[in-house]
């Protein structure tokens, strides 16, 4: 068995992170424009706030031939600043 991963593997390996950030599509997406205030705090740091340094900052430390699949940084950056 050989140890050689293949060229495309790694290419989709290496965007695995970028792919997390696209916006999956809910039934319930209509529901946050509802609920939440136009302006409430939390969609003005969504406008304002570019998170995706927190990718460049976290990409180094994924292993991109073992392991499972990645959890989105992005959001859990965000719970961080939730929590507090």
Request: charged share 35%.
């Amino acid at each position: 068995m050989s140890n050689i991963i293949s060229i495309e593997k790694i290419k989709e390996r290496l965007i695995m992170l970028k792919r997390q950030q696209e916006m999956m599509i809910s039934k319930y997406a209509d529901l946050y424009d509802i609920l939440i205030q136009k302006d409430h705090i939390l969609r003005k740091i969504k406008e304002l706030v570019d998170f995706s340094f927190v990718i460049e900052e976290v990409e180094k430390n994924y292993n991109l031939t073992h392991g499972r699949g990645a959890k989105d940084p992005i959001r859990l950056f965000k719970y961080l600043i939730l929590k507090d």
